[in-house]
């Protein structure tokens, strides 16, 4: 009965590949996020989905691109992988996208570029 | 802008020490949320408190207790007779309209309880 789950937890792969990370939430909340947490430990907001409605879109490259198919879920979908990319990614929910509502986090999805 | 300052960048304490992770924000707003959230070795982020900016009354929750003060900024955490089982990062982080209600967090400070 996981609240929010990420799939999958750890992905290696090589510079240049297209990779997929999924979302999805238990809790019934109306917003998800992702996160990025870099090898320094800094957490910075990427994007976010309120019912299926891009709401925050963050100065991310293109090569990053967020997908929900359902309130439930919110996937992203990165190409041409880059060095840079390597990081570990969380999902995270929230009952609405207001200030104050508490987010809560998946278990992380760790990405090594080779 | 909003910014969340945690200066302390690691602490190392022996068991049953206690220890305060000091957290100061900075915001324009008048009405902003404040939070805590810790990520244990595992790595996965864990949520530990929530506060308004309306409510300036201290929280304890077991050997957790935090410390609110608008005057200074601040939201200060302190661990009572710290456990082996609290190391791990703790962030801070604050939420607000100056922010676009984007969840803001602190560079984290890594707590190491030695046995």
């Known amino acids: 009965d996981t609240a929010v789950s990420q799939t999958p937890k750890y992905l290696v792969t090589q510079m240049g590949n297209d990779k997929s990370i999924k979302c999805e939430q238990n809790l019934g909340h109306d917003t998800m996020y992702w996160y990025k947490q870099d090898s320094k430990k800094f957490l910075k907001i990427m994007f976010s989905y309120n019912n299926k409605e891009l709401i925050i879109n963050e100065t991310v490259p293109n090569r990053f691109s967020p997908k929900s198919p359902d309130k439930a879920h919110l996937n992203l979908h990165i190409n041409s992988l880059e060095l840079g990319d390597s990081a570990v990614y969380f999902c995270?929910?929230?009952?609405?996208?207001?200030?104050?509502?508490?987010?809560?986090f998946g278990p992380g999805t760790r990405l090594l570029v080779l | 802008a909003q910014k969340v300052t945690q200066a302390q960048t690691e602490i190392s304490v022996v068991e049953k020490e206690d220890v305060t992770l000091d957290c100061v924000y900075e915001?324009?707003?008048?009405?902003?949320?404040l939070f805590w959230y810790k990520q244990p070795p595992s790595g996965e982020l864990v949520f530990l408190i929530r506060?308004?900016?309306?409510?300036?009354q201290n929280e304890i929750s077991g050997r957790y207790s935090w410390n609110f003060q608008k005057s200074t900024s601040s939201f200060n955490f302190t661990i009572t007779a710290s456990q082996v089982v609290d190391s791990a990062v703790y962030f801070c982080?604050?939420?607000?309209?100056?922010?676009?209600?984007?969840?803001?967090f602190g560079s984290g400070t890594r707590l190491l309880v030695r046995p």
């Open positions: 982080a604050l939420s607000g309209l100056d922010s676009s209600y984007k969840l803001i």
């Open positions: 506060r308004n900016s309306f409510d300036e």
């Open positions: 915001t324009r707003d008048t009405t902003y949320y």
């Open positions: 995270a929910s929230s009952r609405a996208g207001l200030a104050g509502e508490t987010q809560y």
